[in-house]
């Protein structure tokens, strides 16, 4: 799995919408729907906001396979 699509699927794991992730993290849902669809480039400093946001690794967002979400 690439970067967007392993964002995506925790996104959804954790029921939150492109909405409630953009405001938890004060960026645009553009932004993050790019990310998502692997358009966008990644600041590294914006991956522990989105892994804590998440409440994951920062290495989860890397995985070939999906993550184990609890």
Do not use: C, W
């Not at 799995?1 to 492109?18: A, C, D, P």
């Not at 004060?26 to 358009?39: A, C, F, G, H, P």
């Not at 290495?59 to 979400?69: A, G, R, V």
């Amino acid at each position: 799995m690439t970067f967007g699509s392993n964002l995506r699927y925790i996104r959804v794991q954790r029921k939150l919408t492109l909405q409630d992730l953009s405001q938890k993290l004060d960026v645009s849902i553009n932004y993050l729907s790019k990310l998502e669809q692997d358009r966008a480039k990644l600041k590294p400093e914006f991956l522990p906001a989105l892994a804590n946001v998440l409440n994951i690794k920062i290495e989860d967002l890397y995985n070939e396979t999906p993550p184990s979400i609890k």
